[in-house]
């Protein structure tokens, strides 16, 4: 099982600590030398003040802050949580994960998502209602940009000719591409164009307003791992070579005084015969003291307890 974090900015307004280069150093290093595999950011470059104060979060731009978070670790694997395709050119994606791979020896993960927040679709440009058109392009173009020389697309919503990007990436045959959202829509994508899934817990209240679907139990988790599977099967692809990305929701938070690290590692079990690959861990955003102190204490009960 592999650990991944994301930075935890998640509330507005943020610690000022943890929005500083000393911040992000402090964690991303700390996380690495803990023997955590993954640490990402959030992507929100347009937010209304109506969703930051009904419990949104300020956000800093996801590429830049990886990318200096890659120049302070030397193992820890960049994947964003998650970057809203739709927002951007998918060219300019492309080239942005491009560099970012190059730049860190190959440890970029691309994670997408069509994402939810019409205003903030507003504000950058993008119709909200061709989100899923735009989604699936952009998975198509990157993908080739990623792997073609004079790459010529003819799409909806992207035309090019002859588009030759070097530097490429340095993974083979390309960073991983892991796909958002709880839907069968989501898993198809994955089928089509990705590596990997990353659905999220989702209460139903949840679910309605990210406009996607519940996934408020394990039951629930293994009902779309099972779909998943089915459909890799019918598309002649290896499952097993799919990464799946969850929360482990057993033994609380890490964070909290009752945190309960033997049902943490037996929930852990439980997902990884779901076939779950790798978890997100929540960390706390009120101090970097009590990140760090959180990272520390995680590892002691949790990862050093699961090594074989």
């Known amino acids: 099982m592999y650990f991944s974090i994301t930075h935890p900015m998640h509330s507005h307004p943020y610690h000022p600590q943890l929005a500083c280069g000393d911040g992000i150093s402090a964690v991303a290093s700390a996380a690495e030398a803990a023997g955590f595999h993954g640490f990402g950011f959030t992507d929100h470059p347009a937010p209304t003040q109506r969703w930051l104060d009904a419990g949104g979060h300020d956000a800093l731009d996801p590429f830049v802050a990886m990318g200096f978070a890659a120049a302070r670790t030397t193992t820890l694997r960049l994947i964003p949580n998650i970057v809203v395709l739709p927002y951007r050119n998918p060219f300019l994606v492309a080239k942005s994960g491009a560099t970012l791979d190059l730049l860190s020896g190959g440890r970029f993960t691309l994670a997408v998502g069509v994402g939810y927040l019409k205003r903030e679709f507003a504000a950058l440009g993008v119709d909200y209602d061709k989100r899923a058109e735009l989604f699936d392009e952009a998975l198509e173009v990157i993908r080739a ?13 992207f035309t090019a000719r002859g588009i030759t990007a070097h530097p490429r990436p340095v993974s083979q045959p390309h960073p991983p591409i892991w796909i958002g959202g709880n839907t069968g829509a989501a898993r198809q994508r994955v089928v089509e164009h990705g590596d990997g899934w990353c659905p999220f817990p989702a209460p139903a209240t949840l679910a309605q307003t990210a406009r996607t679907a519940t996934i408020d139990s394990i039951e629930r988790l293994a009902a779309g791992v099972e779909d998943l599977r089915r459909r890799l099967e019918a598309a002649g692809r290896d499952w097993t070579a799919i990464d799946v990305v969850f929360t482990n929701i057993d033994g609380g938070s890490p964070a ?4 309960n690290a033997d049902a943490y590692l037996t929930g852990l079990d439980k997902l990884a015969a779901l076939g779950v690959t790798w978890v997100q861990v929540g960390l706390p955003g009120d101090s970097l003291a009590h990140v760090l102190e959180t990272i520390d204490r995680f590892r002691a009960l949790v990862i050093d307890a699961a090594q074989p």
């Open 145 to 157: 940009v990623w792997t073609t020389d004079e790459m010529s697309f003819d799409g909806r919503h």
């Open 256 to 259: 909290g005084d009752d945190f």
